[in-house]
């Protein structure tokens, strides 16, 4: 009777284990698919944003105001050229002080261009950083005013630019979990925020030796601090070798490979887009 009770409990016993190895198991592989599902939805939702219609594929133009007045529009003699079907003249911002004013340009605004909806007129404009910002709109061309230190400029979209119209999605390696990171977020309280030259000189940062400096980039006159990677290999320091190329080094061959033509990115300098 005592070998049949002891039989029986080993029975149960396995039988439990092999019960939390199927529940564990399970766990995983509901993990796993919970996992690679917010992964593709992220995705997914990281091309619509592209592609929404004030998104960063329809960027056409940026230019940087001078103090005093700064034309825009499709003339060569506009300060920010915009290429395309816009005006030859579309208007005018006037920079002085840190104050903005939409001015008339010499034949007055175009009938179709609104600010915030409504008929332009001249008045103050508002920076992207202000709590309500301004809006220029006239056909597929949206314009905002940036605001970026001490420096302001005209950024222009256009619902039909051929970054925008051209685009076919992104492409991605498979979900692959043996690169899944597991962590936990700790945080700081309380929140600080720090600058750039605050996190480059971080006891941490030094400690850990996250930083490396580049003599004679490209373009830039000094020293340039690039940031190493936090993880060590087994397989050696994943240090960069070399410094950071020059702003836009690679822009061209980049668009070629999504399949822009020589002429559309020569269009796309044109509009000092790139």
Known sequence: ???KSLTAVLILGALAILASAADNKSANFNDQAAWQNDLL????KRAANLQAPEGWLSLIALGWLKEGDNSFGSAEDCRVQITGKAPAHIAVVRLEKNELRLLPPAGGFPKDLLLDGQPAKEQALAADDADNPSKLSIGTLTIIVIHRDDQFALRVKD?????RTGFHGLHWYEPNAAYRVHARWIPYIPAK????????EHPQVTA???VKTFEGAPGVPQPVAVVRSGFRLKSG??????????LGADTAEV???LGFTE?????????RAI
Do not use: C, Q, Y
Request: zero cysteines; aromatic letters at 2%.
């Open 237 to 246: 320091d994943p240090a960069p070798a070399t410094p950071p190329p020059a």
């Open 1 to 3: 009777m005592k070998n």
């Open 159 to 163: 619902l039909n630019a051929p970054t």
């Open 208 to 210: 850990r030796d996250l």
């Open 193 to 200: 925020v720090l600058d750039i030259p605050d996190v480059l």
């Open 255 to 257: 668009l070629a490979s």
């Open 41 to 44: 939805a992220w995705r997914a």
């Open 263 to 271: 002429e559309e990115i020569a269009a796309l300098r044109r509009g």
